[in-house]
């Protein structure tokens, strides 16, 4: 059974970072892309960027440059670094396995950027 348990969210002042996990098991971590997606309270997910089995990355044009994403397969942990924070930002963050997709997801981790 695929399981991923984000982490890692919480109150940030604007410009903050942070950065989230996401503990994988149930599948074969080195051998999967994985993606972090994003839902704002009110609005449709949101894609952020992906990764694949050589540490290829693709972001949205909107969060390049302040958010990287990042995977250690000795760990089966995905990672989002998460920088330059903005009240815009604020939103449930969840990993997803696969690329550039929504489904599986773990149950997230809130991010909440405000002063």
């Known amino acids: 059974e695929v399981q991923l348990v984000e982490s890692g969210g919480g109150l940030v002042q604007p410009g903050g970072s942070l950065r989230l996990s996401c503990a994988c098991s149930g599948f074969a971590f080195d051998d999967s892309p994985m993606t972090w997606v994003r839902q704002a309270q009110g609005k449709d997910l949101e894609w952020i960027a992906s990764?694949?089995?050589?540490?290829?990355?693709l972001y949205s044009n909107s969060m390049k440059g302040r958010f990287t994403i990042s995977r250690d397969n000795a760990k089966n942990t995905l990672y989002l670094q998460l920088s330059s924070l903005k009240a815009e930002d604020t939103a449930m963050y969840y990993c997803a396995k696969g690329w550039r997709v929504a489904s599986p997801r773990g149950q997230g981790t809130q991010v909440t950027v405000s002063s």
């Open positions: 990764i694949n089995t050589w540490d290829v990355t």
